[in-house]
């Protein structure tokens, strides 16, 4: 069923105003206001832009309102009725569609490997198309330390959305330890931490961790809070890939509440990116996690997290399966190992149990890798396996000896769970996209289709402000991911009887529909339907 922009209005004033009343005064969660007007243009004026007699919903405010939206120059200009004698440049007639600020990803790897990206990676198409003006680029702890050099370079070669950086514990740890099991000495940990300042004067909005990947998953919780805590001075976000979203180390539990220390004690925001209950072993647990979040809240800790609305996950099929202690040392060191037969044969036994936490060699979907991977592409571990006349664990170690250590998409979450996580207050939008994922290309319209507009999952403004003025709030981008006077004309119209997500693990990268017209800083990134090519973005920095 698909409701109109009216009816989802009426659903959003039940499940959103209980929300704000049990959530206000939190800098970090959703909060209401009153409507935002313009009362500066006078007769003689001109709008570049007027969004005519649209749904407006705003990021801000809980309930949607028809007003007409004006754009002139980078800002929004006007939320409300023209006045009169102002001019007009061009009118959008958006009757019948919804108006919203751009949405911002603060979970993506759609810019990773900036400034090197080719022209068609920097448009970042399949992002516009999905109503995304503004994406991370250092999740799971990948951030660069160059962050000036990084952000120069971007903006000279152009940037289709915008973009902020998170500098990465990974990163640095790379730099100063390389691949070594090792715990850092105090010396190298003040390096880490001169690294990490560093990055954070030159314009970073926090620190990004992925503990659950080598090498970062060798540091103890007191080398990341000693190296974390260098970002103390500048304040921002402590974002983190946890280090076990099951129970493949410590646990679910102890790993969230480890990610919340390392925040708090930091001075720092915690998000956990991608929240989750991954495997057979930790469904069913989202409540438990919740509530260890609110738990911490209501000590002083700032706790968030984001979300993206598919029941697989998207990994390397060596992180999914190998054990940590493998990997240690780089890939040489690992092949090591698995020519090792008392050591390939440990091996083997934590594949075995990693495969029962992840449901089975069904759930691992391979979907990319070199040109060693691509007769795989498509299959499932166990296709590959039963082909190959080998057992699972045997057939994921000869593909990754190979080289064919492929991307994999894994089905090991339960829909109760996803929709659990969705309907915290506390909880955002975004997309973890990855190559060979459909998250990529469709996480937004997913979500707008399936769990607002179909099912009633969550408010379609409950939607908007998860997906913008929220993530905004949290990472502190200014003038960002509201509609009012003064904010950057990051605007999306869409059709809600046309939004939906295309891509499918089978083709990944078809683009969403329903887009009408997207905005990037007032310059029209998406016109009627169709991507300009415009790389209007820009790259932004912590002041």
Known sequence: MTTSPMSSARLTRIVFAAAALSIAGSACAPRSGPPQVSSGLRAGDTLDVLIADGTVYDGITPTARRVDVGLRGDRVVLLGAVPRGVVVKRRLDASGLIVAPGFIDPHTHAYEGLPRLGLERRKNIGALMQGVTTVVLGADGRGPLDVRRVLDSATALGLGTNTYVMTGFGTVRSRVLGASSAAATPAQIDSMRALIAQAMAEGAYGVGSGLFYAPQSYATTDEVLAVVSAARPFGGVYDTHQRDESSYSIGLFASVQEAIRIGCESGLTTNIGHIKTLGVDVWGKADSVLAIMAAARSRGCRVTADQYPWTASGTGLSAALLPRWAQAGGRDSMLARMADDRQRARMLEEV?????????????????????????????????????????DVAAVTLIREGADMSVASFNMIEEDIVRFMRDPFVMTSS????????????????????????????????????????????????RGELRPGAYADVIVFDPETVRDEATYVEPTRLATGMRWVFVNGVSAVDAGQPTGALAGRALRRR
């Not at 069904?362 to 082909?387: E, F, H, N, Q």
């Not at 459909?438 to 999952?457: I, M, S, W």
Request: charged share 25%; net charge positive; proline share 4%.
């Open 352 to 392: 075995r149990e990693n495969l029962r936490r992840r449901g089975g060699d069904s759930t691992l979907l391979l979907t990319g890798g070199g040109v060693s991977a691509r007769p795989y592409i498509g299959k499932t571990l166990r296709d590959v396996a039963l082909a190959r006349g080998l057992a699972p």
């Open 432 to 479: 973890d996209g990855s190559d060979g994922h459909p998250r990529l290309f469709g996480t937004y319209p997913r979500k707008l289709r399936h769990y607002v507009l179909e099912r009633g999952v969550i408010s379609m403004a409950r939607m908007v402000e998860a997906s913008s003025a929220q993530v905004a709030r949290v990472y502190g981008l200014s003038d």
